[in-house]
């Protein structure tokens, strides 16, 4: 299993497909060494559609935070 803890693309670099060449990246490395199952977590404000659109599910969600923002637990299967 690998966890992504923090994947960030400086502004003036979106929209151009960084984050998804360096996610792609993260998961081939990752299934090289074995891995099947990769996870992160993102907020409402942050990416839970850009992740989705990689393959990723949400398998939990926690909610209580201020501003209606929401925790999301996303994997992925390789």
Do not use: N
């Not at 081939?28 to 559609?49: E, I, N, R």
């Amino acid at each position: 299993m690998v966890e992504v803890e923090v994947l960030w693309v400086s502004e003036s670099y979106r929209g151009q497909g960084v984050a998804s060449r360096l996610l792609a990246e993260i998961e081939d490395k990752a299934k090289v060494v074995g891995c099947q199952l990769a996870h992160l977590t993102t907020y409402s404000f942050q990416a839970p559609l850009f992740y989705q659109k990689q393959g990723y599910v949400i398998c939990g969600e926690i909610d209580g935070f201020p501003d209606s923002i929401r925790m999301y637990m996303l994997k992925k299967q390789f």
